[in-house]
C-alpha cells in the first residue's frame, strides 16, 4: 500500500487547452498565435507546484477511463503526485478547460468539468471508507479543496466527521463557483485562498479592498481568509488576529491561468516549513508574480504539448 499522505488536492484534474495571441483581441478576432496543452485544474495545479517544492500531495478527483484521462494520470505521476486514490468509475470523459488569453490577460474561458461533477460524493469515497480515514479514524493532515466538486460534496466535506481534524485550504476556482463555498465557512479549521471578485461573490457585496474582503470573509465564519487584488495590495486575515497586507511589486504579465494556484502552494509550502505569515504571503506573492511574467508562457514544457 501507498504511505498516506500528510496533504491531499481535492478537486479538478484536466487537460488545460490555453491559446495565447500576441497581440489583444476584440469580439470576433481571429489571429494566428499559439495553442498548448498541459495537465491542469486547480486542485492538479496546486498539486503539481507543491510537488516541484518539493512535498509530496497527493490528488483526489474523477478522471475518465479514456485515452486522455491515461496520458493525464501518467503526466501527474511523473511530477511526485500520488494518484493512487483516483475516481475513474464514472460515465463520463476525462474534464477539459479551454481559455484564450492575450497580453491583456484572460479574454475568455470554458471549464468542463462534468466528470467530476457526475462522480459526485465518489471522490470522498478513500477519505471515508478507511483507506485513508473513516469517521473512527479521521484522516489527518492538510486537504485543499478547489470549486468545483458538486455543492453537495463541499457540504459533507464541512460536516464529516471523517475530516474533522482536517486543515483545509479553499480556492473557488471561479468568481462563479464561489458561492459553493459557503458551507466550509462552518468547518474549524478553514483557510480561503481567493480573490476580491471570488470574495464578493461569496459575501454578496461589493469591496473596495483585499483587507476589506478578508475581513467581511472572516466575519461569515472562515477562521481565516488571504485575498488578493491583481496588483493591488493582498490581505491576510484571522478570528481574533490583526490583518496583514503586503503590495506585489509591478509586473507586465505574460499569462494569467495558474497564478492562483501558484500563490496557494507557495503559501502553503512556506508555513509547512515554518515561515510566519507576513513571510508566508511574502512567498506567495513572489510566486505568483513568478508565474505571470515567466517568459517562455507561450512555449511547451516538459508537460506540455505544443498543438499549434
Keep these: 500500500m501507498p504511505d498516506q499522505p500528510r496533504i491531499i488536492c481535492l478537486g479538478a484534474m484536466l487537460w488545460d487547452v490555453i491559446g495565447h495571441s500576441p497581440v489583444p483581441l476584440a469580439h470576433g478576432d481571429d489571429v494566428a498565435g499559439r495553442i498548448h496543452q498541459r495537465p491542469g485544474g486547480v486542485a492538479l495545479n496546486v498539486a503539481i507546484a507543491l510537488a516541484r517544492l518539493g512535498l509530496s500531495p497527493a490528488i483526489l478527483s474523477a478522471v475518465g477511463r479514456d485515452a486522455p484521462g491515461d496520458s493525464l ?141 478578508a475581513e467581511a470573509v472572516v466575519a461569515m465564519g472562515a ?16 478570528q481574533d488576529r490583526p490583518t496583514l497586507t503586503l503590495v506585489p511589486p509591478p509586473i507586465v504579465a505574460s499569462r494569467v491561468t495558474g497564478a492562483g494556484d501558484a500563490f496557494l502552494a507557495a503559501h502553503l509550502a512556506a508555513e509547512l516549513s515554518g515561515a510566519d505569515r507576513q513571510t508566508a504571503l511574502a512567498a506567495a506573492i513572489d510566486a505568483a508574480s513568478t508565474h505571470v511574467t515567466a517568459q517562455d508562457a507561450t512555449a511547451p514544457t516538459a508537460i506540455e504539448k505544443d498543438i499549434a
Design 73 to 213: 494520470i501518467h503526466e501527474t505521476a511523473r511530477h511526485g503526485v500520488a494518484i493512487d486514490w483516483l475516481y475513474r468509475d464514472g460515465p463520463l470523459p476525462t474534464d477539459l478547460y479551454m481559455a484564450i488569453e492575450a497580453p491583456g490577460g484572460l479574454v475568455a474561458a470554458i471549464a468542463d468539468a462534468h466528470g467530476l461533477e457526475a462522480a459526485g460524493l465518489g471522490i470522498l469515497g478513500p477519505m471515508r471508507d478507511g483507506t485513508l480515514g473513516s469517521a473512527q479514524s479521521p484522516w489527518q493532515g492538510v486537504l485543499v479543496v478547489d470549486g468545483n466538486p458538486t455543492l453537495e460534496t463541499l457540504a459533507l466535506i464541512a460536516a464529516d466527521p471523517c475530516l474533522a481534524l482536517a486543515e483545509l485550504r479553499i480556492v473557488p476556482a471561479s468568481p462563479d463557483k464561489a458561492t459553493r463555498l459557503a458551507p466550509l465557512l462552518k468547518h474549524p479549521s478553514s483557510v480561503f485562498h481567493i480573490n476580491r471578485l471570488e470574495a464578493e461573490a461569496l459575501a454578496g457585496r461589493r469591496f473596495h479592498s483585499a483587507v476589506d474582503a
Design 223 to 238: 477562521s481565516r481568509v488571504i485575498v488578493t487584488d491583481g496588483p493591488r495590495a493582498a490581505a491576510d486575515a484571522m
